[in-house]
């Protein structure tokens, strides 16, 4: 969703109250949020300091210390490079490059259009098929500069 | 799947346990297990098993065979791979394509499919079973092997290899205190990293004065390039839920916790409906077996933070708080969550404990080296022939899992270094090939055990690009609170960084260790404390590396972007127009059947024609430009 569009918050306070309001479930509740979203909305965050009874301060201290939380509506689709050490050595980072190049953004944005963002990770565990990239949850193995357009091509109507 | 009924006494749970094991031993003929774990997943073993399952359909076989998807069998490197029992042949890098062969000359007409067998890169020789592999010939899967055996969403599959067997044990001969004795006696360490004996952990535990403890399953895998926490969680969950229960009956927990990584979605799926099913069952929740003992367990999922993997910050974390480490001591088994006493074990710790107790303590101490008992799982991954997760008896040197098991370093090239625990451990050379591996040789040669990540390198990998890595990697996960963490990998990155863009100055190394003990010393918490590991250890066993890159200007490997250029060598460029195809901006002129030529004005360095080209004709060269200004 766009961040114009105005956010139900019976939605919000529905997962607030599936965690019995129980301020220990911060995370969780972000991360049920984040499910819904693709992102945490400025109104979700006060609605969970209300319910919560936790001050604002604490819960945007926790929405940007962890990495998987995004402050910012991400794109239609998700594109993201494996950056961890066995990905690096396979050359990883050129892959991010070449996403970058093809996408026109940079690590960490999103595509004026709204289709598009781009994310690294620090190590998704499947060192073995690296560099690995995933787009919208499939995971993509093998990557190499020259599979990139194709990967892209797939999810692009 | 079968619904499973609340389990209400322990003589009626050996009883289920009999009858599943005696289903297993009554099992069609033939068993085809398809390995599935994310691994897998991501080389397509969904659609193989698609196509399995409409060929056996096809062929009307579905009493005759069964299928069983499993979690990742550790060979990620012939992803998707199959077994059939009960000969044991080992299919690999199928495609949804080899289903109907597979079915109708290997089931029905009990031919061997040559082409799908396992190729010795080496000898050229064909292997039909998964023993006769070199990959597998020394490992010793105490922990993993299981994999094979279980669809790790069914509970029944467990209880018919025996499984909660353990607990039983626990329940009906040993006492909390000879639990915790047996473990001590086993030499059980904590595989996560540093190495804690887990049964003096657990003592303390139980020790510490409180009613309220709690049990934490550490599964929060941060390391880059270590998966087999991962792997176990997803093929083989229930393991480490029985180790829990056990461990919580030892120290006299009532709660626990099983904190996920949010990266590894199919675990925490896995380990989700493994605690469900195991309420359904009645071994978790109030009055387990009729015992009168009460264990919840709980999932708590990381959000992305490296720094978590530590205790005291996992700690927080489950407590829905900023994931930052305090002071030790107080220890988590005096003081851990919500400030309850609390044991914090690794997942594969976890998972060695109902062994343990089946086998005995002297068991595990039979395995290993003098200070290091039982197995360790590595992941070999980076420039190695055999990708996978190999897990070896302690006290294995490293050229035996690197060229017995791995299998060597692709493409004939040289072995340059192995980097083993993660951000905390170090880049050991070839003069240490002959180390065994143990907690104590891995410390003494400047790296770390840590969670088990066993990255190769080879003569093109850069060891001060590899240093700049891991040092950008700790300043991007630093929490914050040290000043000398903060800042001291925040400087160590820039200078290594300048070094490796050719600004690298006399005196940059002298400083670079300086900061390095500086960080180390005046952290509080194990991320800063080891943060130094892999920059010392480059700068101990490849200073002429960062030499060349300071006083030469030069990266010998070829990596570091802005030493180097792209240039073609004549002798071998065919004129086939692959890189020029490949290049994205235009630098490359040439005409098919032509020595093509770089532009370097318009070369971005990505690296695009170095991939496309099959000859060796594009090199990395010295950048001369470097050298005028």
């Known amino acids: 969703m766009s961040a114009n569009q105005t956010l139900n918050l019976d939605k919000i306070q529905e997962i607030i109250e599936r965690h019995s309001r129980n301020k220990s479930k911060l995370i969780a509740i972000l991360q049920d949020i984040q499910a819904v979203y693709h992102y945490l909305p400025a109104d979700a965050l006060k609605t969970a300091s209300r319910l919560l009874k936790i001050p604002l301060i604490d819960v945007i201290s926790v929405a940007t210390f962890y990495r998987a939380f995004s402050l910012n509506p991400r794109g239609r689709h998700v594109a993201t490079v494996c950056l961890g050490t066995a990905c690096h050595v396979r050359g990883a980072p050129k892959i991010l490059e070449e996403f970058e190049r093809q996408l026109q953004i940079k690590k960490g944005e999103t595509s004026e259009d709204g289709e598009w963002s781009l994310e690294s990770v620090a190590c998704l565990g499947c060192c073995a098929i690296g560099p690995v990239v995933v787009v919208d949850g499939d995971y993509h193995a093998h990557t190499t500069i020259r599979k990139v357009p194709n990967i892209l091509k797939k999810y692009r109507k | 799947m079968k619904r499973m009924k609340k389990i209400k006494t322990i003589a009626e749970l050996k009883q289920i346990i009999e009858e599943q094991e005696l289903s297993r031993k009554n099992e069609p003929m033939k068993v085809i297990t398809v390995s599935s774990g994310t691994c897998g997943q991501a080389r397509g073993s969904l659609k193989v098993i698609d196509a399995l399952k409409r060929a056996i359909k096809a062929e009307g076989l579905e009493e005759k065979v069964k299928l069983r998807i499993t979690g990742c069998h550790g060979f990620c490197e012939a992803e998707p791979n199959i077994i059939i029992y009960p000969d044991g042949i ?40 998964e023993d006769e592999i070199p990959f ?13 055996l279980l669809d790790p969403t069914s509970l029944q599959d467990y209880f018919s290899i025996g499984g909660f067997r353990s607990l039983i044990k626990t329940l009906t001969e040993l006492t909390p205190d000879e639990i915790i004795q047996t473990i001590k006696k086993s030499g059980l360490r904590g595989r996560g990293g540093a190495g804690f004996p887990t049964g003096v952990k657990w003592e303390a535990t139980r020790r510490s004065p409180g009613d309220i403890k709690y049990v934490i399953c550490n599964g929060d895998e941060g390391d880059p390039g270590a998966y087999m926490d991962r792997s176990v969680l997803e093929g083989n969950p229930y393991r480490v839920l029985e180790g829990m229960i056990i461990g919580a009956l030892a120290i006299g927990a009532k709660d626990g916790y099983v904190y996920v990584r949010d990266e590894y979605p199919l675990a925490v799926r896995h380990v989700t409906l493994a605690i469900d099913q195991l309420y359904k069952a009645g071994l978790l929740g109030k009055n387990i077996l009729g015992t009168g003992l009460t264990f919840d367990l709980h999932i708590a999922k990381g959000a992305g933070a490296f720094v978590c993997g530590e205790e005291t910050a996992l700690i927080a974390s489950i407590e829905g708080r900023v994931g930052e480490p305090r002071q030790r001591p107080p220890f988590p088994s005096v003081k851990g969550l919500w400030g309850k006493p609390t044991s914090i074990n690794n997942v594969e710790t976890w998972a060695n404990i109902p062994l343990i107790i089946k086998h005995g303590a002297d068991w595990l101490a039979s395995i290993g080296t003098k200070g290091s008992k039982g197995t360790k799982i590595f992941s070999l991954v980076g420039k190695i022939n055999n990708t996978g997760l190999v897990e ?3 006290g294995i040197t490293l050229k035996e899992i690197i060229y017995d098991i791995g299998g060597g370093i692709p493409e004939g090239k040289e072995f340059k270094a192995v980097q083993t625990g993660g951000p905390s451990g170090g880049c050991l050379p070839a003069s240490l090939l002959n180390l065994p591996i143990d907690y104590e040789s891995l410390t003494g040669a400047g790296s770390i055990m840590g969670s088990g990540g066993m990255i190769v390198m080879d003569e093109k990998t850069c060891m001060v690009d590899v240093a700049r890595y891991f040092l950008n990697f700790l300043r991007d996960e630093s929490c914050g609170k040290c000043i000398s963490c903060r800042e001291g990998t925040q400087r ?78 004549a002798e071998k460029c065919t004129g086939c127009q692959s890189c020029k195809k490949a290049c994205p901006s235009g630098a490359i002129q040439g005409t098919l059947k032509d020595v093509h030529l770089i532009d370097q004005t318009k070369c971005i360095k990505c690296g695009a024609c170095l991939e496309a080209c099959q000859f060796e004709a594009i090199e990395a060269q010295r950048e001369v430009a470097i050298l005028v200004e």
């Not at chain 2, 890098?93 to 067998?117: M, W």
């Not at chain 2, 597998?136 to 094979?148: E, F, P, T």
């Not at chain 2, 700068?539 to 490997?557: G, M, N, Q, S, T």
Request: hydrophobic share 40%.
């Open chain 2, 90 to 129: 080992f299919y690999q890098k199928l495609t949804p394509a080899d289903a109907q062969t597979i079915i109708k000359e290997t089931i029905l007409e009990g031919k061997i499919i040559e082409k799908l067998l396992y190729k010795d890169q080496q000898t050229g020789k064909r292997a039909v079973k």
């Open chain 2, 136 to 148: 597998y010939k020394k490992q010793k899967r105490i922990v993993l092997g299981d994999n094979v």
């Open chain 2, 392 to 394: 070896v008896p302690m």
């Open chain 2, 492 to 569: 160590m990155w820039e200078i290594v960084k300048d070094i490796s863009e050719g600004k690298g100055k006399k005196g940059d190394l002298e400083l670079l260790e300086e900061l390095a003990i500086a960080t180390k010393e005046a952290s509080m918490c194990g991320l800063g404390q080891t943060a130094a590991n892999p920059i010392l250890s480059t700068l101990r066993y490849f200073r002429d590396e960062f030499e060349a890159h300071i006083y030469e200007k030069r990266c010998p490997a070829g990596v570091c972007k802005k030493l180097i250029r792209y240039v073609v060598i």
